[in-house]
């Protein structure tokens, strides 16, 4: 059973340019080096500091255009992501363009990349969002809608019990819930009928 809580009192997250403390794993993607037919397979930032990992999904889900992770050539459903290997973990965007007429999902500990897996994510709307989870095939809204728009940056967090929406860095949206097993991937998703949006500047934190 997941209990929701709200507070008055604004939390925020540290700034990109951060210092962040030994240990902690980091993952960061610009998609600045030119347009690819495909995101599965591009690696990650490769910069001192990060980890840098393969997104992991079947070809074509996603693409890179100007700079920016869109739907790419494959009709029907989408996804791609990265391993966690953590027992928490932050992943977060920069939302260039709104989805338009289905939502685009943030996913953390996706039991798998692709099909239907259990996890923790943000259903983005135009202009609107919410916390979910989905447990053995049942999807349940974990907040209210809370509002973003396009330039906005977006992410969701997950540790010790409390997922989390930020928009901006100041959280927006909290939910108690341990009902998704705190591994497999961080990941991006969509369904057929997604299309418009835009992300990026990926960042991922694994604690």
């Given at each position: 059973?997941?209990t929701?809580?709200?507070?008055d009192q604004l ?11 030994p240990?902690?794993q980091?993952y960061?993607?610009?998609f600045?080096?030119?347009?690819k037919?495909s995101l599965?397979?591009?690696?990650t930032?490769t910069d ?15 693409s890179?255009?100007?700079s ?8 029907g459903?989408?996804s791609v ?19 338009q007429a289905a939502?685009?999902?943030?996913d953390?500990?996706a039991?798998t990349v692709?099909g239907?897996?259990?996890?923790y994510?943000?259903a ?5 969002a919410s916390l979910?989870?989905r447990v ?5 809204p ?16 997950w540790v010790?019990g409390l997922?989390?929406a930020?928009v901006?860095g100041?959280a927006?949206a909290e939910a ?8 497999g991937?961080?990941?991006i998703?969509a369904?057929?009928?997604?299309a418009?949006f835009?992300l990026?500047?990926m ?5």
């Amino acid at each position: 059973m997941s209990t929701i809580i709200r507070s008055d009192q604004l939390m925020t997250i540290p700034p990109m340019v951060a210092k962040y403390a030994p240990g902690r794993q980091l993952y960061r993607a610009n998609f600045n080096d030119g347009n690819k037919a495909s995101l599965a397979g591009e690696l990650t930032a490769t910069d001192v500091g990060l980890v840098t990992g393969t997104w992991q999904g079947d070809t074509n889900h996603f693409s890179v255009q100007n700079s920016t992770v869109v739907r790419g050539s494959v009709s029907g459903a989408i996804s791609v992501g990265l391993p966690l290997l953590g027992a928490g973990a932050m992943m977060s965007w920069d939302v260039v363009s709104l989805p338009q007429a289905a939502p685009l999902y943030l996913d953390l500990f996706a039991s798998t990349v692709n099909g239907s897996p259990d996890v923790y994510r943000i259903a983005l709307g135009t202009g609107s969002a919410s916390l979910n989870q989905r447990v053995s095939g049942v999807g349940t809204p974990l907040s209210g809608n809370f509002a973003f728009s396009a330039g906005d940056r977006v992410g969701v967090r997950w540790v010790g019990g409390l997922l989390s929406a930020f928009v901006n860095g100041v959280a927006v949206a909290e939910a108690v819930t341990s009902a998704v097993t705190p591994n497999g991937f961080a990941r991006i998703a969509a369904g057929s009928a997604t299309a418009g949006f835009a992300l990026d500047t990926m960042a991922i934190e694994i604690y």
